[in-house]
Structures are given as C-alpha cells and as structure tokens.
C-alpha cells in the first residue's frame, strides 16, 4: 500500500503534539512539587499531594518519576539549570566567563550566574539535607548534588587558570569556590542576615579574587 504524504504529516504532528502534551505535564509537575515540598517538606510531602495540586492522576507521576526522591532530583536539577535544559558548564553564563579574559570580570560573571542558581536551588537543597539524616537515598543525592557542583565550578578554575596564575593549587580553589558558594552558606546571609543580591554577589566576587587571584587589587 502507497503511504499517504498527508497521512506521514499527520502522523509526525501526533506525535510532535503527544511530545509537547507530555513535556507541558512535566512541567506542571515539577511546579507543583516545588510548591508541595516547600509548603511541607519531604515527609510531609506525598505523591498523592503532588498529583492533586498538578492536577493530574498519581499514575502519571509515578510513571515518569518512578518515586518522590527522583521527583526531588529532578526538581533541583531544573532549579540549578533554569530555563535552559543543557548541562551548566554549556550554558550561557558559564561560557562568556570561560571566554573572558580579564580574572576580575571573570569572577564578577560568575558571582551574577550562581546567585540565580543559589536563589532557586538552595532552599530545594536544604530540604534534602534535612530528609538525609532519616532516608540514605536522600543521603546518596545529596552526596551527588555535592559531586556535580564541585564538578561544575572547575570549569570557573580552569577559565581563571588560563588567564594567569592562581594564588592555590587548582583543586584546593575549587574547593574554596565550592565552599564560598554552598547552598548552605547563601541561605545563611541572604535569609538570615537579610544580604540583598547585590551585596552577595559583590561579597563573592572580592572574596574569591582575595583569595585566588595573585592580583588582588583591582576591583
């Protein structure tokens, strides 16, 4: 039987449209659990919770999150990546400081890129800190949030590196970068100590160019 070009294009818009269905009930989902989780934490926050503030069955969130832990996975890792769904180290922000060639400027890119991830992540992040004591799969994301965040800010090392040498070895900056940036450490001087962004990212970006940076002077 002779395929039908109408038919071919007809078909292809199904399933283009079934894509876009499924990715905007993702979508929905991940919103509701960022609300739940945040109204009533991990324990408080049920499945059944999630599916009826997206307003969609419980199947449906157990047939693509499989459990509330990935749920949470996930949902971090929006929240760390923002709109754009590639990888941080291939984003925009990332990229324009790699390709700067001042350290200065460099670190200034930086401090204006993480204080949007912190400011979404960062409670998220809390959430699963406080769950981990009581549930070893919150413990094991934990550790792996920890993992890929020391794995993304090597890439602000190596951009910092190649423009001059550093004050520390590579591995002991991406460690201090790693702890100057801790979700832990931006909910204590934003929510706690009331820091506007402004004052955070300033912070941020002198401390880092103290302590890295052989030529501290210039601001």
């Known amino acids: 039987m002779a395929v039908v070009p109408g038919d071919v294009k ?20 991940l919103d509701a659990a960022g609300e739940v989780f945040q109204q009533r934490g991990y324990e408080g926050a049920s499945i059944a919770a999630i599916a009826s503030e997206a307003r969609v069955s419980e199947e449906t969130i157990y047939a ?12 971090v890792r929006r929240k760390v990546r923002g709109d754009d769904p590639a990888p941080v180290p291939e984003q925009k922000g990332p990229r324009a400081l790699a390709a700067a060639t001042d350290q200065h400027e460099q670190l200034r890119l930086f401090a204006a ?8 992540a960062a409670p998220l992040v809390a959430i699963v800190a406080g769950a981990s004591r009581s549930h070893p799969e919150l413990a094991q ?15 602000l090392v190596d951009a910092l590196a190649a423009n ?3 004050r520390l070895p590579n591995d002991e900056a991406v460690d201090t970068v790693w702890a100057l940036t801790s979700p832990e450490l931006h909910q204590l001087l934003s929510r706690v100590r009331g820091w506007t962004r402004r004052r955070y990212c300033d912070w941020l970006a002198d401390s880092l160019a103290q302590l ?8």
């Open 10 to 29: 007809r078909r292809r818009y199904r399933s283009e449209r079934r894509r876009e269905q499924a990715e905007q009930t993702r979508e929905r989902v």
């Open 141 to 155: 994301l934990l550790a792996r949030l920890h993992a890929e965040r020391l794995k993304n800010l090597r890439v």
């Open 64 to 75: 693509r999150f499989q459990n509330k832990r990935t749920l949470l996975g996930e949902l």
């Open 212 to 219: 890295l940076l052989q030529d501290s002077s210039r601001r």
């Open 164 to 166: 001059g040498p550093l």
């Open 113 to 120: 890129d993480i204080v949007l991830r912190l400011e979404r």
